[in-house]
C-alpha cells in the first residue's frame, strides 16, 4: 500500500501507540515512524523491538517535520506536551490524539494548535489491561470503533485522509461531537469501569468473606468485574478527574436506580424485579445482533466465562 | 464406569438439570433417569431428545423409587415441591438441589424431609444464559465449583457419594455452611449482578443517549454488565428475594464506597482515585493465579471481549 502518511511522529509509546507503529509498518500506511517517550527505558525498548524507525528525547524533536503527531499520553499531560510541540509543527500536518475523553483534551490542546495545523480529536475504543511499549499488537483495532470529533470549520480532506489510516488498520470510523463523544463514554465505559472498582474493593474489605473465596469463587460474576478493574490506574484516574460531569451525571442516576432496586428487595416485591430483569435481557440481544459480541476466539478466557452469565 | 446411583429424578428439567442428565449419561454414572417437569412442553421435549427415559406430569411419581432426587427448580418453587414429593420418597434415598441461595432452600425443603432421607443442599457455580431442556450439555460443570451445605450431622457416607457423581461430572467440591454460602455468593455473584442490571437499566433510560449508540460503543466495559444482566429474570427474582439480608449487606458497603469515589471524583482528588484502581489490581491477579480465568477458547465472545479491560 502506498503510505498514508510520509512521517508518523508518535508521542507515548505504549499499547495504543506501539499497536498503531505494528498496524502502520505491516500495512505500509507510513514511510517513516518516529516516537518519544518519557521514560529512558520506553524509548530504549521502542528502538529495540523494531517499534519506531527512531526515537528523540523531547517531544519537540519527534514532531520537527512529521506529517501526523499522535498524542498517546495520559489526558491530564495533554496540554503541557501541546505547549511543547506547537512551536515546532510543519505546516499543513495533522495532529491527533487517542484519549478516553474529548471536551478536556480539547480544551488542553487547541489553544496551542498553529495556524495551518489540523487538529483531529479522536478516540480508539480499544485497549487491553496490559500497557507499555512491548504490549502492542497489529490487530487491536480490527472492527473496532475508532471515534473522531473534529472542531467546527476542521478541513475535510484531513480528516478523510486520519479516517483511511485508521480504517487501513481495521478499525471502523464515526463522527460525534467532544460533548456527546463524553457522555456516550461515560455511560458505556467510564461508570461501568468506576462501579466494578468500586465492587472489587468493597470484596476486597469483607474480612467475613477471606480473599481466597472471593478469588476462588469469582467465576459467578464477579470476575468480570475485576477483568474490568484490571485496567491502568493513572489513564482511569484521568478519565474520571476529566470527564466529571457526564460521569457524575450517570452516577446520580444510578444509584437513584439501583435505590429503587434496593428497595424491592428490601419490600420484597418480586414483580418489580423480575420486570426490571426482563427488560435488561432486551439490550443484550441489541448487542449481539449489533455484532459487538462475536464468535472468534477470546484470549485468556475460559469456556466457562460464558457460563457465569446465570450463575448463582 | 459402575452407576453411582440406580435411579435419578430430576425435578424441573431446564439448563442445569439438563446437563447434569447429558454427562450422568455420557459417563454412565445413573442406570435410570427420570424426570418432571411442570410444562407438558418441556417433559415432551425433555423425551424427545432423550434427556430422561421417562418423564411423569407430577413430581410425586417421578421421585416415587429414585435413589437420588434432585431439585432443579427456582429456588421460590422449592416449598412446595418439598412437601409434594416427601410422602414418596425411598427410604435411604437423597435429596439434593442446585439453587443459588442455601439458607432458604434449607428452611423450605428440611422440615419435609422424612427421618432416613438424606437432604444434602448444593450449589454447582454453572450456567449459561440460555435455559430450557434443549439448553444443556455434557460439559457444563467441567472444572467448575460444586458447592454442598450438608446440615449438622449429615451422613458422611451420603455426602461423600453425592461429592463422586458431581466430581465424576467433571466439577470441583467444597462445603461450607448454608449462611456463609450465602455470604460468599452475594458478594461474588448476587450483588456483581444487581448492579450489572441497574447499570444496564440506565442506559436504557438515558434519552439523550440513543440505544444504538449504548448497543455499538458496549465494547468499552458495558458490555460485560449486559453479558451478566442476560440471565434469567424468574431465577434472579427469586435469589435477591430469598438472600435478602447478605445482598442488602452487601449493597450498603457497595453504596458507601461508590459515594467516597464518587465524592474523588467531585473534589477532583486524584491520588484518592489512582490509590483505589492500583489496589483493585491485586485481586484481578488473584483471580488469574487462582485459575479462575483461563485461556481455553471461551463461546461467544471476540478477541476484542478482553480489550474493553482498559478502553475508555
Known sequence: MTPIYDRVALIGLGLIAGSMAIAMREQGLAREIVGHARSAETRRVALEIGLVDRVFETAAEAVAGADLI??????????????????????????????????????????????????????????????????????????????????????????????????????????????????????????PHLIAYTMVGVADHLKR???????????????????????????WRDVFLQNKDAVLDILGRFTEELFVLQRAIRMGDGDHLFDYFTRTRAIRRGIIEAGQDTSAPDFGRSQTAAEQKAEG
Chains 1, 2 share one sequence.
Open 209 to 235: 468473606v477471606t480473599e481466597s473465596e472471593v478469588v476462588q469463587y469469582s467465576a459467578a460474576g464477579f470476575r468480570d468485574f475485576t477483568r474490568i478493574a484490571a485496567s491502568d490506574p493513572t489513564m
Open 70 to 191: 499522535v498524542l498517546a499520553v495520559p489526558v491530564g499531560a495533554m496540554a503541557a506536551v501541546a505547549e511543547e510541540i506547537a512551536p515546532h509543527l510543519k505546516p499543513g500536518a495533522t495532529v491527533t490524539d487517542v484519549g478516553s475523553v474529548k471536551q478536556a483534551v480539547v480544551s488542553a490542546v487547541a489553544p496551542h494548535i498553529p495556524e495551518g495545523v489540523h487538529f483531529i480529536p479522536g478516540h480508539p475504543l480499544a485497549g487491553t489491561e496490559h500497557s507499555g511499549p512491548r504490549s502492542g499488537f497489529a490487530t487491536l483495532f480490527r472492527n473496532r470503533w475508532w471515534l473522531f470529533a473534529p472542531l467546527p470549520g476542521a478541513d475535510e480532506a484531513a480528516i478523510r485522509r486520519l479516517e483511511g489510516l485508521v480504517e487501513a488498520m481495521g478499525a471502523k470510523t464515526e463522527r460525534m461531537d467532544a460533548a456527546h463523544h463524553d457522555l456516550v463514554l461515560a455511560v458505556t465505559s467510564h461508570t
